[in-house]
Nanobody
Framework: QVSLVEFGGGLVQAGESLRLSCVAS????????MSWYHQPPGKQRELVAT???????VYAGSVKGRFTISRDYAKNTVYLQMNSLKFEDTGVYYC????????????????WGQGTQVTVSS
């Protein structure tokens, strides 16, 4: 079994910063990509940023230049540094691990964390 746990959410004012962390645990051999998703209140979950196994990154246009995704490959941990936060950044942020290969299994799978709440006040 794979568990993903997010940390770092909280209540901040617009313009401030937060750093989210997500740790994947289990009998993990390899994780292809780790991502952060954002789900605003009452809306669908959308991709914020992804970092691949070779270090390539992609960002949603709304966060490019403000957010930075990074990864500690040895610790199966992904971070999201969120600067210049805006009210519209409010919502639940979910960690995703894609292409997770587990010991004893031949096929990789995707896993989600429980989410961490980010609230940005104006």
């Amino acid at each position: 079994q794979v568990s993903l746990v997010e940390f770092g959410g909280g209540l901040v004012q617009a313009g401030e910063s937060l750093r989210l962390s997500c740790v994947a645990s289990g009998e993990i051999i390899r994780i292809n990509a780790m991502s952060w998703y954002h789900q605003p209140p009452g809306k669908q979950r959308e991709l914020v940023a992804t970092v691949t196994s070779v270090g390539s990154t992609v960002y949603a246009g709304s966060v490019k230049g403000r957010f930075t995704i990074s990864r500690d490959y040895a610790k199966n941990t992904v971070y999201l540094q969120m600067n210049s936060l805006k009210f519209e950044d409010t919502g639940v942020y979910y960690c995703n691990a894609g292409g997770v290969l587990l010991s004893g299994w031949y096929q990789a799978g995707d896993y989600w964390g429980q989410g961490t709440q980010v609230t940005v006040s104006s």
